[in-house]
């Protein structure tokens, strides 16, 4: 069965360095989202990102987070400069449609210390 | 009021028991609401997937959605000790602009003790 993928599976960085983390989505889907969830808290919507351009971001992702779909198989989120608060479990996910199922990713766990 | 409503818990039940998992939701717009199921430190799993107001049965769960109330449930029959986890419900709203972000509750934990 497909499935999203991401990479790394954990990253400790330092605050004020830049990280990068990747996600591959399901072959044949169009609409991609990144989702984080402080530990113990909600899961929060991000961004979503379709025809490769954002199609809507939330209140977290300013001007330190980009996302980027560099090729036909790989979907990024950077953070510029990495804050404490930062720290989460990042969640790629995709879908055919607007309104499909969105599969989720096994989350990469960012720790800025 | 926040937009989704979860009783984080913990629900502690025997294996066997009948689960009741709820949320409440205060957006009129939501048209689609998920179940998602989520093990700890991993990924959320779609459950179940339904749309507007009804019920949908898969196996031993049954998702309801009751527009008029903006209540919506989750009902596991015969729980196994592999059903403990923490349940999310999501919802999206519908219409031009909407992107298909969903709204996540807080997750309640269920614990199936054999």
């Known amino acids: 069965e497909p499935e999203v993928t991401q990479t790394p599976s954990h990253q400790v960085t330092q605050m004020g360095q830049e990280v990068i983390l990747r996600c591959v989505p399901i072959s044949n889907h169009l609409y991609f989202y990144w989702y984080r969830q402080i530990l113990g808290q909600k899961v929060e919507f991000l961004v979503s990102f379709y025809n490769n351009e954002i199609s809507e971001k939330s209140e977290i992702f300013d001007d330190q987070f980009s996302v980027e779909r560099p090729d036909g198989s790989n979907f990024t989120l950077k953070i510029r400069s990495t804050k404490l608060e930062d720290s989460a479990m990042y969640f790629c996910?995709?879908?055919?449609?607007?309104?499909?199922?969105?599969?989720f990713g096994p989350g990469t766990r960012l720790l800025v210390l | 009021q926040k937009e989704v409503e979860q009783d984080p818990g913990p629900l502690s039940v025997p294996e066997g028991a009948i689960v009741s998992l709820n949320c409440t939701y205060s957006n009129s717009a939501f048209q689609y609401f998920m179940w998602y199921r989520q093990y700890s430190r991993k990924g959320p799993e779609l459950l179940m997937y339904?749309?507007?107001?009804g019920n949908k049965e898969d196996g031993r769960f049954t998702a309801q959605v009751d527009k008029s109330s903006k209540y919506i449930s989750l009902f596991i029959r015969d729980s196994q000790p592999s059903d403990s986890a923490t349940y999310l419900c999501?919802?999206?709203?519908?219409?031009?602009?909407?992107?298909?972000?969903?709204?996540f509750g807080q997750g309640t934990t269920l614990q199936v003790k054999p």
């Open positions: 996910a995709s879908s055919v449609g607007q309104r499909e199922t969105q599969y």
């Open positions: 339904t749309y507007s107001s």
């Open positions: 999501a919802m999206s709203a519908r219409g031009a602009g909407n992107t298909g972000k969903l709204i």
